[in-house]
């Protein structure tokens, strides 16, 4: 395990570990990968006896850069307005990990990762992952630094979904779980969305049949028109009338052509452009197909509640009320398959006028909900 700087309240620790060298790693469609590496940051410090663990799971353009100063942006870590000393996840308090996920561009496992048997990148050549893979690969990064157990699980979108799995495959390692804006399975609506994504790439000439490294080019082109439309589904119609409405972009009437006349296509064409220069367009593939095949009660005979039988997790369950890419309907399907579970479940749905992307914005009173379920979590749990 190779790291840099410290785990002291407040400061960043980057690193990169490798895992599974002595046995292959098994996905769930029965390929292997011989060693796995990830790429992941703390938060915080850890305490004697290793019971204040949080482990943030990140959405899918995310990484593992939570807080702090993103260090291929340099803008602020995906959700610095909540991790920190002091703030909704006190670092002060709890020691908190986020990792890369499996597949992803930021440092581990994926198609950038080197075939030895060619020397080069794997592209296309990497197997397909799951939701469970990734969770499973943080479970093996757990263990090897010597953490049993999580005292809470957060994460929104891609990042709820690994939550959900979290607390069905490993139930005793989860103390507390927060699944935001999710679901337990991929809708019909949402792998629509996802396939326009990938077949923008693939249709871009530069992609080239997922061989496009070393090449000079890239499906940025792709990659920025798949960016564009999923950006769309993060936002809300209100919230874009209310941002943008009809107003035009640095000009006065019309041009009767095809340029961003108005100021909603400057603001999505800037969301593609500055997306391909953090983001692998093969890794975008990979990832939204895991969120696709995601679908906790088709693991355990169909029924979601059989998921989390006997959980003894605290859960607490959030949506909002302008998001229509993951509406709170499917959390009310978690919610009641936790009730016949008989879980310990609390769920609420915000007000908030700012789509998909509310949880990563600041809403006041989401991050009083959170605050005040991690205070009375962490006073049960002793922390």
């Known amino acids: 395990m190779t790291t840099q700087g410290d785990t002291k309240n407040g400061s960043q620790s980057a690193a990169q570990v490798s895992l599974l060298r002595d046995v292959p790693f098994r996905l769930e469609n029965g390929a292997a990968l011989d060693e796995v590496e990830i790429a992941w940051q703390d938060y915080g410090t850890l305490n004697a006896d290793k019971s204040n663990v949080v482990l943030l799971c990140h959405a ?20 610095a307005n909540m ?11 709890f020691y908190v990990l986020c990792l890369n996920v499996l597949g992803s561009c930021l440092g581990s496992t994926g198609p950038l990762t080197i075939d030895p ?25 757990l263990d090897q630094i010597g953490i049993d157990q999580l005292f809470c699980v957060v994460g929104g979108s891609m990042g709820g979904m690994q939550v959900l799995d979290w607390t069905a495959r490993f139930p005793e390692r989860v103390y507390s779980a927060i699944p935001i804006a999710t ?57 874009l009338h209310d941002k943008f409405g009809r107003e035009l972009q640095d000009r006065e009437a019309v041009t009767y ?21 953090r983001f692998d367009a093969n890794s975008y593939l990979y990832i939204t197909r895991a969120m696709d095949y995601f679908d906790i009660a088709a693991d355990h005979d169909g029924v979601l509640a059989n998921a989390w039988r006997h959980t003894q997790t605290r859960f607490c369950v959030v949506s909002f009320t302008s998001d229509w890419l993951f509406p709170t309907s499917q959390s009310r399907d978690i919610v009641r398959a936790l009730n016949a579970a008989a879980a310990d479940v609390s769920f609420v749905e915000i007000e908030s006028d700012k789509g998909h992307d509310s949880f990563l914005l600041d809403v006041p009173e989401f991050f009083d909900i959170l605050r005040g379920f991690l205070d009375a979590s962490a006073q049960r749990r002793g922390i």
């Open 183 to 239: 679901a337990a399975r991929h809708s019909a609506q949402n792998i629509a969305f996802d396939e326009v994504g990938r077949q923008a790439i693939m249709a871009d000439p530069n992609w080239q049949g997922g061989a496009y490294y070393g090449t000079g080019k890239r499906p940025d082109a792709g990659l920025s028109v798949a960016r564009m439309a999923a950006h769309i589904t993060y936002l809300s119609e209100a919230g």
């Open 257 to 277: 052509g095809f340029d961003a006349d108005f100021q909603v296509e400057s603001y999505l064409r800037y969301q593609g452009n500055t997306f391909v220069d």
């Open 60 to 79: 899918l353009t995310m990484d593992q850069y939570a807080a702090g100063t993103h260090p291929v942006t340099g803008k602020a870590g995906w959700w």
């Open 117 to 141: 048997k060619t020397n080069k990148p794997m592209g296309i050549n990497f197997p397909v992952i799951t939701i469970g893979d990734m969770v499973r690969v943080q479970a093996a990064f």
């Open 83 to 93: 991790v920190g000393p002091g703030k909704v996840i006190d670092t002060d308090r």
